[in-house]
């Protein structure tokens, strides 16, 4: 069995939404995690990219 992951953002700083938390919380029992990642202008996508995860 394979456990996926899945969410989305977008300016997760801009509206005060605990993004990176609530991934690095998930990645521990997830094979994989999928994020969608809407057009943000605050530095959302460049955090989830430092996240240096292999899923």
Excluded: H, W
């Excluded at 996926?4 to 521990?28: C, K, M, T, W």
């Excluded at 994020?35 to 990219?49: K, L």
Aim: include cysteine; glycine fraction near 10%; hydrophobic fraction near 40%.
């Amino acid at each position: 069995m394979k456990v996926s992951g899945f969410s989305y953002v977008r300016n997760g700083f801009d509206y005060g939404v605990p993004f990176v938390e609530a991934i690095q919380s998930a990645l521990p029992i997830c094979d994989e995690f999928i994020i969608a990642v809407g057009d943000s202008n605050d530095g959302t996508r460049e955090a989830i990219t430092n996240l240096q995860s292999d899923k």
